[in-house]
């Protein structure tokens, strides 16, 4: 996992993004943003809405390629130590190693099994014991292994809004990748379900890295290792999450924290 | 929430009460609006009820109108004529056969006489068409009482010239030797108004193809006197079954006449009995009394049918044996491989037709006149009827089974080409153009609906026939089944065209299926590394595939329905394809359900019985494409996970 890994005092970050823009079109969206997401670790974007949250969680699986005119239009995204926009990248193998788990839980109209499968299936996979135990192990991870066992072939849009999430938990670690983006995981949650993620996500920071995209304060403190605090496209601090919440160097951190925001 | 200070509000009743002020007419505005949009979806519903009530008001009476009809083709002896009759037919087709095989053992000895004999004689005609004008000019002038001699030297001059020209200007096939044209151009070159007899070597080929002629009938002598034993078989019979024909028609028309008029005087009683004007009444109860009609005997008249089937079994026993007889005789060699099989066909026929031929007579036994028609053979009658005859002199029939398959096979075919190919430029469109693709492929696809049927089927006719008919006939297609094809109007034609007339509606439902697959779908998968390819295929398609499958249905809907086209170039044959062909039927012509409606509705009496099946089979039509959109619309909600 750790390739990469170099003997010094700080291990190297798995992803690094430096000096980035990134615009939409004629409208840039992200100034200058300098992160370095460490490994095992829960790394939190929080900041208004608008700001360019989003925007930053997908410039690190490239999901913004889709949209025509998105484009990084200064500095590099580093995953593993390579820029994930040289030319040489392939997006199969780039999104293998960054998972991503979106705000609204979207299983495919399959089977719970087929929804976790289906990761290793695009990627080639086809034997069957493999599948299965991938399955098994993805399941156990997003702790729902012992609720699901049962009826691993039911559709998977017949679980409730938890489950359904959690199950897309599943289906995002299936390919075992290094690093899991998670938009607002659980912002169309109820709380106990919330709650469930939340303990998933300590978990999770063993096997893997995290980045979380999230609007709810406590949520970030209680989850996160590192928080980044964006506004208006520039990252406005960046800091282990019990500093920057007890201890903001910003005022303008301060203002957002304490809610007393323009 | 409840230590939050309550702002004063009015009372929650006077706020569910409050009338509004504005009113039109004394209505409520909203309500008027309601009411409107309201009665717009009744009157739809109102005009489906009353179109379902109209087309079984005309069509319900139809099942005792035909039983009637059967009735009398029954009690009239019709019935038990055609019990012979009917497989009786079959030796037209053994003997067409035998014919085809014998020409074509013949043509091997005979052909290249034939050919050249027939060419010289198109030669001479095409000499003569081109000279034509002062071949006539000259044979007016020679018949003019006074001969004037200059003008008609200057006018054999003429014509000797023009001759001579077009004996140049014509193509001499290979067939014939140099020596052989030269002297064939000697002899059209003195070709005048007053050679009467044909030219001498005109007369040679056509001795010598006689000679060939007559030296392949000794060869082929067997299958000669096989084939001519064969076809006076059944004359006899024929005889015999002809006059029992006659008689059952008169009996039948007699009835038919008495009837008429028995109804007729019933209507004329019935109406005088209402009838208060005295005189009124008297003319009523005088015109009902003309009315007569000689009461037709149906027991005497079907004795002396039936008195003769013992003379009747008795030829068809002669009969079966003459023609088994005559596939003994059947020589196993015949001119060519295409004849050999023909006769071997005919040979293994023979039997059968003769084992049908052996029991059918010992049901004419089994027969009796007065049997009752049930509603429920009525029925069977029409449901499963092979037979779709009007207009005959015999009897009509009408069996509905040839207008469904025509309309199912054409259908199917319509629906096999079109599926692939609007969900194919469906998923393109949807998933792979570019905007630009889009904007084209769109508009182009959907412009198709706005073509008016008629003129795809003048494109039938016209285009896609002898499309399909040349194609056939490349040699290097010919393991296709059915090539080369013999009609350029047959059911492939109207399914290509359906298709295309299809590929509309299913392209547009299936790309607004893929449509509404949900974005948060393709994130998923996009987010897990998969190709764009991928996407595409395990998850877009799977989850539009219930809209796919419903625009597939509503497609069949658009096809079984469609009448133009099918009309036109479906090549209107009454009668079920011949299935034993293989995947070949396909290309044979057959009429459908809809064909047959506005082909014959137009042409048949207000109430006749012909009337009424017609709009039966308008009833079947109907239900056929309620059935269907009611798949569609089940198909549409049973696979529908993502709404759920
Ligand atoms: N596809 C797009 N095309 C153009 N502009 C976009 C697009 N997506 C986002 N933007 C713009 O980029 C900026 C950042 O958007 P982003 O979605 O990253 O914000 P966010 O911080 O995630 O907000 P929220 O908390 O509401 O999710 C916004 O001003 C938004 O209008
Ligand atoms: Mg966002």
Redesign the pocket.
Known sequence: MSADFTAQSTPPPVVQVRDMDFS??A?K??FDINLKVQYHRVTA?I????????????CINRM?DR?L??RVTKGEVLVKGKNIYDADVDLTQLRKQVGMVF?KSNPFPKSIYENVAYGLRIHGEKNKSVLDEAVERSLTHAALWEELKDRLHANALALSGGQQQRLCIARAIATVPDVLLM??PCSALDPISTLKIEELMHQLAKEFTVVI?T?NMQQAVRVSDYTAF?HL?KLVEFAPTEELFTNPREKLTEAYLRGTFS | MNSLPTPSRPPLRSVLLRSRKHTILGFDPQKLIKYFFGSNASVAIIVLVLIMVFLLREGIDFLPTYQRELQTYRRAGLEFCDIIDQPLQKNQTLSSSLRQALSASLETLSKTARDRRDAAFLLKRQVEDKSARPRESLAQALEKAPQDPGQIDVLRRELGAATAAAVKAVDYPELFTQAEREQLEREFAALTPEVTDLPPMLQTLVEDFNVKDREAKTKFADLVTAQEEFEEAAEPLQEVLDELKAKALETKEKAVEFEVLETNRQRLLEAAATESDPKEKASLTKEAEESVAETVNLEESIKEITGRTAELREQVEKYAVVIEKAAADLPKDAGTGAARKLVNDVREGIPVHAREMRAAAAKLEDWHWDKPVSIFSVMGAFFFGTQWITNSSWQDFFGFVPLLTGSLVIAAIAILIATPVSVVAAIYTNQFASEREKELIKPVIEFIQAIPSVVLGFIGISLVGNLIKDVSEWSWLQWVPGFPIQERLNMFNAGCLLAFMAVPTMFSLSEDALNNVPRAYIDASDALGATKLQTVFRVIVPAGISGILSAILLGLGRVVGETMVVLLVAGNRIAIPDFSAGPGVIFQPAHTLTGIIAQELGEVSRGSSHWQALFMVGIVLFAISLLVNWCARAVARRFEPHKA
């Open positions: 939409y079109g409208s969206a992200l974007l900041g208004p809405s608008g700001c360019g949250k989003s925007t930053l969680l997908r913004n949209v005119s998105a705000q938009d607002e995209v609007h964006l496209g």
